[in-house]
T-cell receptor, first 110, second 110 residues
Framework: NAGVTQTPKFQVLKTGQSMTLQCAQDMNHNSMYWYRQDPGMGLRLIYYSASEGTTDKGEVPNGYNVSRLNKREFSLRLESAAPSQTSVYFC?????????FGPGTRLTVL | GENVEQHPSTLSVQEGDSAVIKCTYSDSASNYFPWYKQELGKRPQLIIDIRSNVGEKKDQRIAVTLNKTAKHFSLHITETQPEDSAVYFCAAKGGNQFYFGTGTSLTVIP
């Protein structure tokens, strides 16, 4: 039981490049989330998926897209990376109440 | 949307003393209030949570209290130990979304 996994762990991009962050969970949870964490700002919700086939915007969705590929996988895509997207990205899944976080992806955009 | 405020942003205590972190929320519909501990470079880990139909919950040295009327909830850590040093986040769940406070950096001085 791996819980929530994320790839990659680290990534450096140049402005304008694109990439996809991958997230998977093996706990059979319906809900999955993508957050970004910046110093002094806590965790901010980018997108979430309440169930397979649905996605909704969170607080800071601009510049991102998501895909809920199946019940296990929820990916986050940056189409044209900007320096303002330099952050640590966490994926999470949720059973009725508790959230479980992945290990995070540290992304730097130059 | 929901707005969660957390205080203080930093807290230093002597080993063995108690630590208290406070959060307020704005949306009376929020019904679940978790607390997370995050060590440097690690993922947030749930340490205790409380639902809106409960006023207090305790787990060994950690307790959480909720005042729904005043819309605030607090984390209490007693008999602090150096390994309690970390950043602590409160959160409020409204619908499918979680809203996080900006974090409290707790340092326990041996």
């Amino acid at each position: 039981n791996a819980g929530v996994t994320q790839t990659p762990k680290f990534q450096v991009l140049k402005t304008g490049q694109s990439m996809t962050l991958q997230c998977a969970q093996d706990m059979n949870h319906n809900s999955m989330y993508w957050y970004r964490q910046d110093p002094g700002m806590g965790l901010r919700l980018i997108y979430y998926s309440a169930s397979e086939g649905t996605t909704d915007k969170g607080e800071v969705p601009n510049g991102y897209n998501v895909s809920r590929l199946n019940k296990r996988e929820f990916s986050l895509r940056l189409e044209s990376a900007a320096p303002s997207q330099t952050s640590v990205y966490f994926c999470a899944s949720r059973r009725p109440w508790e959230q479980f976080f992945g290990p995070g992806t540290r992304l730097t955009v130059l | 949307g929901e707005n969660v405020e957390q205080h203080p942003s930093t807290l230093s205590v002597q080993e063995g003393d108690s630590a208290v972190i406070k959060c307020t929320y704005s949306d009376s519909a929020s019904n679940y209030f978790p607390w997370y501990k995050q060590e440097l470079g690690k993922r947030p880990q749930l340490i205790i949570d409380i639902r809106s139909n409960v006023g207090e919950k305790k787990d060994q040295r950690i307790a959480v209290t909720l005042n729904k009327t005043a819309k605030h909830f607090s984390l209490h850590i007693t008999e602090t130990q150096p390994e309690d040093s970390a950043v602590y986040f409160c959160a409020a769940k409204g619908g499918n979304q979680f809203y996080f406070g900006t974090g409290t950096s707790l340092t326990v001085i041996p």
